[in-house]
């Protein structure tokens, strides 16, 4: 799948329910030797309370993606910040 192929899709955090962005303004990180994909960077959700804030971020690590649908990428958002801290 390209990156490009998941614009315009919703990211739901399968914990909470959340809704963490829509995918189309996000950015991944990787690897620069080895070229692994790290995760994605989204825009925060804008809502009327934070409207006049500062930009910010969610990180979502490329282990937290469970599913890709047609309409919404499906994270677990709780369990990968555990693997990743629990080493």
């Known amino acids: 799948m ?3 192929e ?17 995918v ?12 692994v994909i790290g995760g994605l960077i ?3 959700r804008k809502t009327v309370f934070n409207f006049l804030g500062d930009n ?5 690590p490329w282990e937290a993606i469970k599913r ?3 309409e919404v990428v499906i994270v677990d958002l709780n369990n990968a910040y555990e693997r990743m801290y629990s080493s």
């Open 2 to 4: 390209r990156i490009s």
């Open 6 to 22: 998941m614009t315009g899709k919703e990211v739901i955090n399968l914990g909470d329910g959340a809704r963490l962005g829509i």
């Open 24 to 35: 189309g303004e996000c950015e991944l990180t990787f690897d620069s030797y080895s070229g």
């Open 42 to 44: 989204l825009p925060k």
């Open 56 to 60: 910010q971020i969610v990180i979502i």
């Open 68 to 70: 890709i649908g047609d």
